[in-house]
């Protein structure tokens, strides 16, 4: 089991930045899965981008690919989501999510499966 606490979230204007970080206490899996999963109101959360800690292979939901990257430092045991162009519909809470790949080496969203939770921060968009 691992801690997890996100920062960096806040409220931006179309078409601007933000960064989000996720700390994590705790043994970090190799070949594991990290990501980020957004809840907006009235849907399930959604996993949006998803790291594998020993391949460092990325993937991303198609609604953000091009415009977030998500990204680890191993000696800081950090997690960051790097959020570009952001669109009023980025609008959600943002959680950080440690797991497990179902298929050995990818941890996109048929395969993360999920373990712990961060408790999520707040990204707003809006003008």
């Known amino acids: 089991q691992v801690q997890l606490m996100e920062s960096g979230g806040g409220s931006v204007q179309p078409g601007g930045s933000l960064q989000l970080a996720c700390e994590v206490s705790?043994?970090?899996?190799?070949?594991?899965?990290m990501g980020w999963f957004r809840q907006v109101p009235g849907k399930e959360r959604e996993r949006i981008a998803g790291?594998?800690?020993?391949?460092?292979?990325?993937t991303y939901d198609e609604s953000v690919k091009n415009r977030f990257t998500i990204s680890l430092d191993m000696a800081k045991k950090t997690v960051y989501l790097q959020m570009n162009s952001l669109k009023s519909e980025d609008t959600g809470m943002y959680y950080c999510v440690s797991g497990r790949p179902v298929v050995f080496g990818t941890c996109d969203a048929k395969s993360f499966s999920p373990g712990d939770w961060g408790q999520g921060t707040q990204v707003t968009v809006s003008s």
């Open positions: 705790g043994h970090m899996k190799i070949y594991g899965c």
């Open positions: 790291l594998n800690t020993g391949t460092l292979g990325t």
